[in-house]
């Protein structure tokens, strides 16, 4: 068939094999997994991964799917207005913007109010759960230990660090 012909999928398919034809040291790819549906996307993921830990090709992605990047990278740089405003390893990033706990109670709004009396910095997510911020992870400890000995019932406690999406957010807004 022509390749005017082919998926969107098979055509990104095939352009990555050509680029890999005369076995590059570096590659640059743009949106890789676009227009792929979720197999193919998988399929690119652990190829890129196999193709830079096996072959020791060093692979350069631009893209706008954070998600993509998140399961994917091992260095990220984070370019704002044409300015590379962060450059290193994804823990390196992550390490930068504070953890949180996801919790739900039998009484979301009381342990909402008993938190931020203890001088917690309390917040609730999408589905009404309350996060609270914390700088380690003996931190979750003590807030469900504080929670129980109150009184409140802990459904669900579980530490929540921030995506690659929600640091790009916050960090775009920092840097404008």
């Known amino acids: 068939r022509l390749v005017k012909e082919y998926s969107l999928g098979m055509r990104q398919r095939l352009a990555l094999a050509m680029a890999m034809l005369n ?9 890789p997994t676009n227009g792929l549906d979720p197999a193919g996307i998988y399929e690119i993921r652990q190829l890129i991964k196999s193709l830079a ?62 938190l931020t009396r203890e001088g917690w910095t309390v917040t609730a997510d999408e589905q009404q759960h309350l996060d609270v911020k914390i700088n380690s992870q003996k931190d979750a400890a003590l807030i469900n230990s504080q929670l129980v000995q109150t009184g409140f019932n802990v459904c669900h406690l579980a530490l929540k660090q921030p995506s690659l999406e929600e640091i790009f957010l916050q960090m775009t807004q920092e840097n404008k």
């Open 23 to 31: 076995h590059p040291r570096l590659l640059i790819l743009d949106e």
């Open 53 to 114: 830990t096996q072959q020791e090709v060093a692979i350069f992605i631009s893209s706008h799917l954070l998600r993509e990047v998140e399961q994917t990278a091992s260095y990220i740089g984070v370019v704002l207005q044409g300015r590379l405003i962060f450059q290193g390893t994804p823990q390196q990033l992550g390490s930068r913007y504070q953890d949180k706990v996801n919790i739900l109670t039998d009484r979301q709004s009381d342990a909402h109010e008993f």
